[in-house]
Nanobody, 125 residues
């Protein structure tokens, strides 16, 4: 059974940093495009960042220059380094994986096949 498990969320003051991790188990995800999405209370889920198996990445404009996505294929783990956090970054952050046959990077949630449960990030002002 495929599992994606996020960790690293928490409460941080504005301007601070957090590093999220997403560990995949049940199969290897070394070839899968993987991404981070977030959902704030009362808002729709939005794209944050995505990374290809070779390390190519794309970001939402709202986080560009502050967040960095990376992956360790040997560990089937992706990371999201979040710096200069703002209160508007408060949300549940979820990682997701595309099917191994879909190599294109995508900003759309419906393109992702596997999802984690999410981890809460709260940024206080």
């Amino acid at each position: 059974q495929v599992q994606l498990v996020e960790s690293g969320g928490g409460l941080v003051q504005a301007g601070g940093s957090l590093r999220l991790s997403c560990a995949a188990s049940g199969r290897t995800f070394s070839r899968n495009v993987m991404g981070w999405f977030r959902q704030a209370p009362g808002k729709e889920r939005e794209f944050v960042a995505a990374v290809t198996w070779s390390g190519g990445s794309t970001y939402a404009d709202s986080v560009k220059g502050r967040f960095t996505i990376s992956r360790d294929n040997a560990k089937s783990t992706i990371y999201l380094q979040m710096n200069s956090l703002k209160p508007e970054d408060t949300a549940v952050y979820s990682c997701a994986a595309r099917d191994s046959m879909d190599w294109g990077i995508s900003r759309f949630g419906y393109d992702y096949k596997h999802w984690g449960q999410g981890t809460q990030v709260t940024v206080s002002s």
